[in-house]
Nanobody, 123 residues
């Protein structure tokens, strides 16, 4: 059974940083596509960052230069380093696995999801 468990969310002030982690079990993800998504209250879930099997990355324009996605295959863990956080980054953040398209930021192109971790940024 595939499980994705996110952690690292919290409440911070604008300008501060957070690192999210997603531990994957029951799935050999090292050669597959992974991503981070977020959903703010009243809004649709949106893609934030994606990592390909060859290490290539893709980011939403809103987070380019501030967020970094990375993978530790030995630990079966996906990370999202977030810096210079803004109030508009406040959302539930989700880890996604088994993407069908390289670098995709589209929700429907991923097959497995975690339960999410809340990030709240105060201005």
């Amino acid at each position: 059974q595939v499980q994705l468990v996110e952690s690292g969310g919290g409440s911070v002030q604008a300008g501060e940083s957070l690192r999210l982690s997603c531990v994957v079990s029951g799935y050999t993800y090292s050669n597959h596509y992974m991503g981070w998504f977020r959903q703010a209250p009243g809004k649709e879930r949106e893609g934030v960052a994606a990592a390909d099997s060859d290490g290539s990355t893709n980011y939403a324009d809103s987070v380019k230069g501030r967020f970094t996605i990375s993978k530790d295959n030995a630990k079966n863990t996906l990370y999202l380093e977030m810096s210079s956080l803004k109030a508009e980054d406040t959302a539930m953040y989700y880890c996604a696995a088994d993407g069908v398209v390289a670098g995709s930021l589209l929700e429907y192109e991923y097959n497995y999801w975690g339960q999410g971790t809340q990030v709240t940024v105060s201005s």
